[in-house]
């Protein structure tokens, strides 16, 4: 079974803030893995990507990825109010060129 | 184009009838990918497109819906005989290749068909 675990939340972080959203998946062969944030009422963007175990960064966010533990992390350093979405974890899956979404994390960035 | 586009960008259809609904990948993108997004859900996956390869349909939820697409063009959606739990926002994504995507690229989506069935 191909899943994608995320919390549904709502996560509320104060302004300044880091925001830290986490997905779990199943698929040991899996090899990327994607964040993308979707604005209320807007199609999914994409923000990061990471493919190797440990941090990449990019600006105010960081992607973790740890596929021992089967887990994949965005921190969101400095929290702003604009931040505040929708954050949906992604990856295909392996064998499948079809990407798999979580069904995101709601983040809201209180001022 | 510079992004996916995808048309209409809403639609309302009365119970019974038939819709088509339009997606005009990035140019040069192999790979083609249909979602429905319903109210406060997650993405489920419809039916994926890449090159001239036959469509993987796995994720058509019955046999009234269908989509085509010639060559790495144009796909449309077909739904016929809709009902109401068809309401929902289409999406359409394309990437640059479904065989490589630790190239980074990830999956670009369009702005959705909002299809209300009533």
């Known amino acids: 079974q191909k899943e994608v675990e995320q919390n549904s939340g709502p996560l509320s972080v104060p302004e300044g803030a880091i925001a830290s959203l986490n997905c779990t998946y199943s698929d040991r062969g899996s090899q990327s893995f994607f964040w993308y944030r979707q604005y209320s009422g807007k199609s999914p963007e994409l923000i990061m990507f990471?493919?190797?175990?440990g941090d990449k960064e990019d600006g105010r966010f960081t992607a973790q990825l740890n596929k021992a533990s089967q887990y994949v992390s965005l921190l969101i350093r400095d929290s702003q109010p604009s931040d505040s979405a929708t954050y949906l974890c992604?990856?295909?899956?392996?064998?499948?060129?079809?990407?798999?979404f979580g069904r995101g994390t709601s983040l809201i960035v209180h001022p | 184009g510079a992004g996916v586009s995808q048309s209409p960008s809403n639609k309302v259809t009365e119970k019974g009838k038939d819709v088509e609904l339009r997606c005009d990948p990035i140019?040069?993108?192999?790979?083609l990918y249909w979602y429905r997004q319903r109210l406060g859900q997650g993405l489920e996956f419809l039916i994926y497109?890449?090159?001239?390869?036959?469509?993987?349909k796995s994720g058509l939820p019955s046999d009234r819906f269908s989509a085509e697409r010639t060559g790495e063009s144009v796909s449309t959606l077909t739904i016929q005989r809709t009902q109401q739990e068809d309401s929902a926002v289409y999406l359409c994504a394309s990437s640059s290749t479904g065989i490589e995507p630790i190239s980074g690229y990830g999956y670009t989506f369009g702005s959705g068909t909002r299809l209300t069935v009533v």
């Open positions: 140019s040069g993108h192999t790979a």
């Open positions: 992604a990856y295909p899956s392996g064998g499948s060129y079809i990407p798999t």
């Open positions: 497109f890449q090159g001239n390869s036959a469509p993987d």
């Open positions: 990471i493919y190797s175990n």
